[in-house]
Nanobody, 121 residues
C-alpha cells in the first residue's frame, strides 16, 4: 500500500518559516516525482511546487523565491522549506506522487492526508 505522510505544519507568525516533510512508503520513490499542493477553505487545490526524479524543481509564481523543494531519496522524503510566510499561505498542505511533474492535481496518483499551516498576522 502506497502511503504519503505529511508533517511539519503548525501555527506561525507572518514572516516566519516552516519546513514540511513528506515521507513516502510502498512505492519506488526514486521513480516518482513529488508535488506539493495546498487548499484553503472555499478555494480550489493549488499546485505549489514539484521535484522530478532527476531533481528538477518547479514552482508556482505565488511561492517562487519563498519556498524551496528538495528530496532525500535515501530517506524516501521530500521537503518543502517555506520562508517569509504570509497569512494568505494559510491552508492544508498536501504532497502527492506522480510519474512526472505537473501543476494539475489530476496528474497525481497518490496523495497524503495533509498538514495544516496557519499563518497569523
Amino acid at each position: 500500500e502506497v502511503q504519503l505522510v505529511e508533517s511539519g505544519g503548525g501555527l506561525v507568525q507572518a514572516g516566519g518559516s516552516l519546513r514540511l516533510s513528506c515521507a513516502a512508503s510502498g512505492l519506488t520513490f526514486d521513480d516518482h516525482a513529488i508535488g506539493w499542493f495546498r487548499q484553503a477553505p472555499g478555494k480550489e487545490r493549488e499546485g505549489l511546487s514539484c521535484i522530478s526524479t532527476s531533481g528538477g524543481t518547479y514552482y508556482a509564481d505565488s511561492v517562487k523565491g519563498r519556498f524551496t523543494i528538495s528530496r532525500d531519496n535515501a530517506k524516501n522524503t521530500v521537503y518543502l522549506q517555506m520562508n517569509s510566510l504570509k497569512p494568505d499561505d494559510t491552508a492544508v498542505y498536501y504532497c502527492a506522487g506522480s510519474n512526472g511533474c505537473g501543476s494539475r492535481a489530476y496528474l497525481y496518483d497518490y496523495w497524503g492526508k495533509g498538514t495544516l499551516v496557519n499563518v497569523s498576522s
